[in-house]
C-alpha cells in the first residue's frame, strides 16, 4: 500500500519532490539549548549512546576527509583563481600563494609537495568559508550561539518507518531528560525536530484511536441493532457482509493499481455506513423481495453518486470509486443471497409494532393540508433552513498542506525552534536534471547554479582546471621557488579528479546526499535557493534546471484535487437527477430536493463554523448524497406500503450507527478524520432530517 | 578551518588585548600590559613535507582593546588589521575586509578572539611551566589540525609556537619597542 503523499502527484514532479522528501525523511535531530557550549557535552554523549543501539554514526574526521581528498585535489580551482588563470593572470595567483605562505596565516591543508601554489587548500578554505549561517562544529556535530544562548544539534540518519516504537522511545526519554535538566545548574532543555517523529507519533496515537473508536463503533452497533431487532441475529449477516464488501473491495484495488494509496482506504471505511442501511433493512424486512426495489433504487443511485469519480484523471479518486463500487454491489449482493435463501420468513420483530400506524395510501395530492400551527412551524423551520444554508457564502476552500496535519505541541515547539536556528532551511530549491551526475553537473554549471558543482566541479571543469594549473607551473614556477623555497615539480599533476560517485568518506558523503539524488534513471541535483530573488522558473529552455518548491506543490496538488472533486460532485449531482428523473418520473423531485437541502445546510453549517472546506470535504458529500438518497428511497418507497413504521425505525437506527461511528471520527487527533467525520455526521444528520420532514409532507 | 589560523592571534592576541584572564603567568602578562604597545617579529614557517624554513619580519602594533595590526614586510608585503568587530587583510595591492561574526569560531574560540581570557579553558587544556603557557587544544575540531600552542615570555610575549599535526610548525619571535 502506498503512504506516500508524493505519491499522489504526477510523476515528473513526484520523483523530484520524493527524493528530496527522502533525503531528510529518516533524519531525526535533538537540538540541545543550554547557556554555554561546555554544558551541552555531557547531555549530548548521553544521547549519542543511547541512539548508537539503532542508528548509525558517523565515524568520519576531517583528518580522514582531507586525506581522502588530497590525492584527488588536481582539479579543484576556486572561482577567482580560475579566472585568474584563464585571463592569464599566472603571476597574480603565484604571488596571492606566496603571499598566503610568508604571511603565516594560512597553513597548507594539502602537502605543499602536490600543491605548492596552496590552490586546493584554498579551495578547500574558501568552501569552509561559505556561508554556514552561524553553525560551526564541536566534536563532529553543528553548534552556534544565538541570543545569549548556546545550541547544540545532533543529527541521526538512517532511521525508518518501522522504527516508530524506538521513535516514540526517544520522545520519551527526552521529555524526561527535560523533566529533570532544568535543575541542572546550569538548566538544559532538547527539542525535537524531524519527520520521523512526527510519523511515530501519528502511528501510535491513531493505533490508539483506532482501536478505542472500534471498539466503541462496535458497542454502538451492537447495542442499536439489538434496541431494533430485539435479538442479535443481525450480527453475524452485518460481519459477514460487511467483511465480505472489504475483501472484495480491497482485492479490486489491489488487482487494479497493485499499489492503491492509503487515502482509498481511509475513505474506504465509509463504505461501512453504506453496508449497514442495507443489511438493516433486509434483516427488518419480513421478505427481502418486499425490498428489492427500493434496494436496486438505492445502489443504482449511490453508484451513480461514485460514478464520475471512476473516470476522473485522479488517479486516488478512481480508486475510490472502484473501491466504493465493488463494496457497495458486493453488499447488495451479499444481502440478497443471505436474506433470500430461506424465501419469505416471518420477520421476528413485527410484534404488531406494524399495527400501530396504518399508512396513507399515496393519493394523486398525497400531501395533508397545513393547519395554521404547522403553517408557522413550517414558516420557521424553512426560516431556520435558509438562515443555515446562508453560511454557505462563507465557505473558504483551503489547499494548505498545513490543515491536514496538526503536529503534537512539543515536536511543533522543536521544529519552530529548529527553523528559527537555521534559516537556511529552504523552501525552494532548483534542481537540474541528468542522465549521469557529470551530465547533471555541467548543466548546473552552464545555468550557473550554485549547487554541488560549486563544491564538486564536473569532471570537464576540472581537466580544463588542471591544464590551467600546468601551465601556471611552467610559466611561475622557477621564480615562486627562488621567493619561498617551496619545490614546484615539472611534469604533469600526480593528483587525480574528484568524482562524486567515487566518494567513500562518510563526511563527505554526508555533506553531497541531500545534493545528489536518484530518481530512476536520472539524476536530479538539487541545491536551496534563497526564499526571496533567485530564479523563479527555468534558466533557459532546455537548459535542464527547475524550481520546486514542495510546499507549494503539495498546495496545487491537493487545490487541484479539490477542484476536481467539486466538479465530479456537480456531475454526480446532475447524473443522480437524470436517473431519479428515470427512475421516479414526475416524483423525482421529490427524491431529488431532501439531498439537495441536505448538501446545502451541511455546506451551510460549516460555513458558519468557519471551517475552510479541504479536498477531504468534498469527498464527504459523495458518502451523504448517497446515503442520503437511501434514506429517502426507503422513506417515500415505504409510505405506500404497511411498513412505514418498521422502515422509519430502521432509517432511524441505520442513521444513527452510521453517524455515530462517524461523529466518532470528528473526535479523532487527525484533521483530516476529524474534518471528515464531522462533515459526515452532519450530512447525514440533514438528509435523515429532510428526508424524514419530505416523507411526513407525502404522508 | 580558519579557526586554527586565528587561534595564534587570539591566544596571544587577545593575552594582550583581552579584559579577563586566566590566573597565572597569562594574568601577569595582561597585568604587565601597557596600554599601546608596538615591536617587530620575526617569524618561520617549517613545512615538514618539503624540509622548508619560510622566513618573514615585520612590525606589530596594538591599541588596548581598539586594534591590532600585523604588517609583513618581508618577503613579500602584506597587512592584517582586526578590531572588535571586523578584520582587514591587504596583499598585492586588494583590501578585504570581513565582519568577525562571518569567522567560523565556535562561541569558545569567538570570546577568545575578542578578548575574553575566559573563555581560554572552553577552548584549550592550559598548562604552565617553566614560564612557558601550553595550550593543547580540547575540541575534535581543533584537534585535527593543531597539536599545540606554546607562549613565553614574562612581562611580555616574546615568542608564540604553533605545531600542527601535518607536523608543520609556526614560530614567531616577538620583540616589544621601547
Known sequence: ?699 | MYKWCVVFLASWGAALWGVAAPPGMAERMFAALPAQATGTFVQRKILADVEVTITSSGTFSIVKDKSFEWKTLKPLPSTFTATPDSYTMTANGKTSTHALSELKLSAGLRSLVRGDLSALGDVFDVTEAEGRLTLVPKTRELREFVKRATLEGTDFPTRFALDYVTGDRLEIDLVQSR
Open chain 1, 1 to 699: 500500500m502506498e503512504t506516500d503523499l508524493y505519491a499522489l502527484l504526477d510523476s515528473t514532479r513526484r520523483n523530484v519532490l520524493r527524493a528530496l522528501a527522502d533525503n531528510v525523511g529518516g533524519q531525526l535531530r535533538i537540538l540541545l539549548e543550554g547557556a554555554d557550549l561546555a554544558s551541552l557535552d555531557a547531555p549530548a554523549a548521553e544521547f549519542k549512546e543511547y541512539m548508537a543501539s539503532h542508528v548509525r554514526a558517523e565515524t568520519g574526521s576531517i583528518t580522514n576527509t582531507l586525506a581522502a581528498l588530497a590525492p584527488r585535489s588536481g582539479g579543484l580551482l576556486t572561482e577567482e583563481t580560475r579566472a585568474l588563470l584563464l585571463a592569464g593572470e599566472y603571476g597574480a595567483v603565484a604571488t596571492n600563494a606566496a603571499t598566503a605562505l610568508t604571511s603565516g596565516l594560512l597553513a597548507p591543508l594539502v602537502s605543499v609537495k602536490d600543491d605548492p601554489f596552496l590552490l586546493a587548500t584554498d579551495y578547500l578554505t574558501h568552501f569552509q568559508a561559505r556561508d554556514n549561517h552561524g553553525w560551526s562544529l564541536r566534536d563532529g556535530d553543528p553548534v552556534r550561539e544565538q541570543d545569549g544562548r548556546c545550541y547544540r544539534l545532533l543529527v541521526f540518519d538512517g532511521l525508518k518507518t518501522s522504527d516508530s516504537a524506538f521513535i516514540c522511545d526517544v520522545l520519551k526519554r527526552v521529555r524526561a531528560f527535560n523533566a529533570v535538566a532544568q535543575e541542572r545548574d546550569p538548566p538544559v532543555r532538547a527539542h525535537v525536530s524531524g519527520a520521523p517523529f512526527h510519523a511515530a507519533l501519528a502511528t501510535e496515537r491513531s493505533k490508539r484511536e483506532i482501536n478505542i473508536l472500534s471498539a466503541v463503533s462496535l458497542v454502538i452497533v451492537v447495542v442499536l441493532g439489538v434496541w431494533l431487532f430485539r435479538s442479535i441475529r443481525f450480527v453475524v449477516p452485518l460481519i459477514v457482509t460487511l467483511a465480505s464488501a472489504f475483501v472484495v473491495a480491497t482485492a479490486t484495488v489491489f488487482v487494479a493499481w497493485g499499489r492503491p494509496h492509503v487515502l482509498t482506504f481511509v475513505f474506504g471505511t465509509t463504505l461501512i455506513g453504506l453496508c449497514v442501511d442495507y443489511v438493516y433493512h433486509a434483516c427488518a424486512a419480513e421478505d427481502v423481495r418486499m425490498i428489492r426495489r427500493p434496494l436496486a433504487c438505492a445502489l443504482v443511485t449511490t453508484l451513480a453518486c461514485f460514478a464520475p469519480l471512476a473516470f476522473s484523471s485522479v488517479t486516488v479518486l478512481r480508486q475510490m470509486a472502484l473501491f466504493t463500487g465493488a463494496g457497495l454491489v458486493t453488499t447488495w449482493a451479499g444481502v440478497m443471497v443471505w436474506f433470500g435463501r430461506a424465501g419469505a420468513r416471518p420477520s421476528r420483530w413485527d410484534n404488531g409494532r406494524s399495527a400501530r400506524c396504518t399508512p396513507t395510501p399515496l393519493s394523486s395530492g398525497g400531501r395533508s393540508k397545513l393547519r395554521p400551527s404547522r403553517l408557522s412551524f413550517f414558516i420557521f423551520l424553512s426560516s431556520l433552513f435558509i438562515l443555515i444554508c446562508a453560511g454557505a457564502f462563507r465557505i473558504r476552500p483551503s489547499s494548505d498542506p498545513a490543515q491536514f496535519y496538526r503536529p503534537d505541541p512539543f515536536l511543533a515547539e522543536g521544529e519552530r525552534k529548529f527553523y528559527e536556528l537555521n534559516q537556511s532551511a529552504a523552501a525552494r530549491f532548483a534542481v537540474v536534471e541528468g542522465a549521469t551526475v557529470q551530465e547533471a553537473l555541467e548543466c548546473e554549471e552552464a545555468a550557473g547554479v550554485k549547487g554541488l558543482s560549486a563544491i564538486i566541479p564536473s569532471l570537464k571543469r576540472q581537466r580544463e582546471n588542471q591544464a590551467l594549473v600546468a601551465e601556471l607551473r611552467a610559466k611561475t614556477g622557477a621564480a615562486y621557488t627562488a621567493l619561498t623555497g617551496v619545490p614546484v615539480r615539472d611534469g604533469a599533476d600526480a593528483r587525480g579528479l574528484l568524482d562524486p560517485e567515487e566518494i567513500t568518506d562518510p563526511l563527505l558523503k554526508k555533506l553531497i546526499r541531500p545534493m545528489c539524488v536518484k530518481s530512476g534513471d536520472r539524476v536530479l541535483l538539487a541545491s536551496p535557493l534563497p526564499p526571496a530573488g533567485g530564479p523563479r522558473s527555468c534558466a533557459a529552455a532546455g537548459s535542464g534546471v527547475s524550481v520546486v518548491e514542495p510546499k507549494r506543490e503539495l498546495m496545487s496538488l491537493f487545490d487541484a484535487y479539490a477542484q476536481e472533486a467539486y466538479r465530479l460532485l456537480g456531475i454526480s449531482f446532475a447524473l443522480l437527477a437524470a436517473l431519479l428523473a428515470a427512475l421516479f418520473r414526475r416524483r423525482f423531485l421529490a427524491y431529488a430536493l431532501p439531498v439537495a437541502a441536505a448538501v446545502l445546510a451541511t455546506l451551510g453549517v460549516l460555513g458558519w463554523c468557519g471551517v475552510q472546506l479541504t479536498f477531504f470535504h468534498a469527498l464527504c458529500f459523495f458518502v451523504c448524497t448517497g446515503l442520503g438518497l437511501d434514506y429517502v428511497i426507503f422513506h417515500l418507497e415505504a409510505t405506500a406500503s404497511a411498513t412505514l413504521p418498521r422502515t422509519r425505525r430502521v432509517v432511524f437506527v441505520s442513521f444513527l450507527t452510521s453517524a455515530s461511528a462517524f461523529g466518532l471520527l470528528a473526535l479523532t487527533s487527525f484533521p483530516v478524520t476529524r474534518a471528515m467525520g464531522a462533515t459526515l455526521a452532519l450530512g447525514l444528520f440533514f438528509a435523515y432530517f429532510c428526508s424524514r420532514c419530505r416523507a411526513n409532507r407525502i404522508r
